[in-house]
């Protein structure tokens, strides 16, 4: 099977917060092909991060994509607000939501591309319904809620269960995948079947000299072997 290309978005969650603009600048320079903005409400996920101001910032700070991923109760309420500070897609998770279908019209109407994510725990069946009418499916390979954590392994086989029904049912479907991405599981995640890659701490983590890390994730990519 041919190689499929595939795309790199730093999350910011990661970033020192005071030089948001060098961090993002520098990751830029090196070749990143999207912005992720996590937004957590401290409802759907235990924690708090990135609101629309920092939003507003961030589309300031760049012209390329921002993809945003709400981990949020209420996913309805924030689709016109943060597509309204620029956001390119937005991705809602379908645990969070009873009436999918509508807020994934919504996005559209709001002019962002949409997307759906599930946790580690939710079964893919979730997906199947929405899957036709969305651009990204996003597979959380950790719980989410925080940055800095481990790729949960059985994350492997989901992500070449997805990508099955992605090729199925939506051939032009992204397949994105998002927590402990790292330049040694990362063969091994697009082996499997992802195009997309979320890295935060790999990234903007302590230690992590931006250039070099995304220069590394980028080898990484190189080494799959296609299954
Ligand atoms: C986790 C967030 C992720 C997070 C990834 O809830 O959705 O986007 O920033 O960070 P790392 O790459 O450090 O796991
Ligand atoms: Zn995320």
């Known amino acids: 099977m041919a190689q499929r290309s595939v795309r790199i978005g730093p999350s910011i969650l990661a970033a020192d917060f005071l030089r948001l603009g060098e961090h993002m600048a520098e990751a830029e320079a090196a070749g990143a092909d999207f912005f992720h903005v ?12 990135i609101g629309l101001p920092v939003m507003e910032a961030v589309r300031r700070g760049t012209s390329l994509p921002i993809d945003v991923h709400l981990m949020v109760a209420d996913p ?3 689709i016109a607000p943060f597509a309204a500070a620029g956001a390119d897609s937005i991705t809602v998770h379908v645990e969070a939501d009873p009436h999918l279908h509508r807020t994934l019209r919504s996005i559209e109407e709001a002019g962002a591309t949409p997307g759906i994510t599930l946790n580690p725990a939710s079964p893919l069946v979730l997906l ?17 809620g925080f940055g800095g954590q481990t790729f949960i392994p059985a994350s492997l086989d989901r992500i070449r269960r997805v990508r099955t029904m992605i090729d199925t049912a939506n051939p032009g479907c992204a397949l994105e995948v998002d927590g402990g ?5 990362l063969p091994r995640v697009v082996a499997a079947g ?10 903007f983590g302590p230690g ?17 072997d296609p299954e």
């Open 38 to 49: 996590d937004v957590m409400d401290g409802r759907f996920v235990p924690n708090l991060a």
């Open 76 to 78: 309805a309420e924030w």
């Open 128 to 144: 199947e319904e929405c899957l036709p009418i969305v651009h990204q499916v996003l597979l959380m390979t950790v719980n989410p």
């Open 181 to 185: 991405i790292t330049a040694r599981n």
């Open 194 to 203: 992802a195009d997309t890659i979320v890295a935060g701490s790999s990234v």
């Open 208 to 224: 992590a000299v931006v250039a070099e890390a995304m220069a590394n994730l980028r080898a990484a990519v190189t080494e799959a």
